[in-house]
């Protein structure tokens, strides 16, 4: 396949194995995140990591015009707190807000304008079991159950035009994220699923690569569940 595939903070946990699977699929990929140094993947000749602060939602249409037209968006950017509700510092509610929903949103808006030139394209969002439940953070949970929210909009304005735009939502995932969870949380957690352990970054991107390739078109504005068994609680 030549796609060119366009994943936000595809250099580590869930979207640096979104990026092995692409590239392994033989697609172009590009890489957005704020920091890229020590990027792994970085030498890999179909790889373009671009260094950039997604909180910076005004330039995300000239990022967005200076790559090649994207067929493929994964938007897998998120930063999650677990700070308690009465104290949550502005600063900390206006990154989460603008990295969990404004910048998926507008990068939503900027990349279909060549997918509904070309009647065809795949976005993918990555949400969270948090935008299904009552959250301890409760900023981190509304952003997420936004995110759901515009999947299922963008879906309906965009699925005429031949895209294919769906959502997962995982519960704890073996990542960096998951060192910000209170260890009693975690041990509720891992009690509460089928198979007792959290889940592993691969099994997430499986289900995004999925999406993003080669699910059924008709699968479009669905949320996927990740959870093994977390939800509903």
Not at 149 to 165: E, M
Request: with cysteine.
């Amino acid at each position: 396949m030549n796609r060119h595939v366009l994943i936000t903070g595809g250099n580590n946990g869930i979207g640096l194995e979104c990026s092995r699977l692409f590239l392994n699929a033989g697609d172009r990929v590009t890489v957005v995140a704020r920091q890229i140094d020590d990027f792994e993947l970085a030498d890999h000749p179909r790889l373009n990591a671009v260094a950039f602060d997604l909180c910076n939602i005004a330039a995300i249409p000239a990022l967005i015009r200076s790559l090649d037209s994207v067929d493929v968006l994964i938007n897998n950017a998120g930063v999650m707190y677990s700070l308690p509700y009465d104290n949550y510092p502005q600063q900390q509610v206006d990154t989460l807000l603008k990295l969990n929903i404004e910048a998926p949103v507008a990068l939503i808006r900027e990349v279909s304008r060549s997918m509904i030139e070309k009647q065809q394209g795949r976005i993918v969002n990555n949400a969270s079991i948090a935008g299904h439940i009552g959250h301890p953070d409760v900023w981190y949970g509304i952003s997420k159950a936004g995110l759901i929210n515009a999947t299922k909009s963008f879906a309906k304005l965009l699925g005429g035009h031949g895209i294919v735009l769906n959502a997962v939502a995982p519960g704890p995932v073996e990542t960096q994220m998951l060192n910000v969870i209170p260890e009693p949380r975690k041990q509720a957690i891992k009690q509460a699923v089928y198979s007792g352990r959290f889940a592993l970054p691969q099994e997430v991107a499986q289900t995004i690569f999925w999406l993003g390739t080669d699910s059924p078109e008709y699968i479009n504005g669905t949320c996927i569940d990740i959870n093994n068994g977390a939800f509903p609680r």
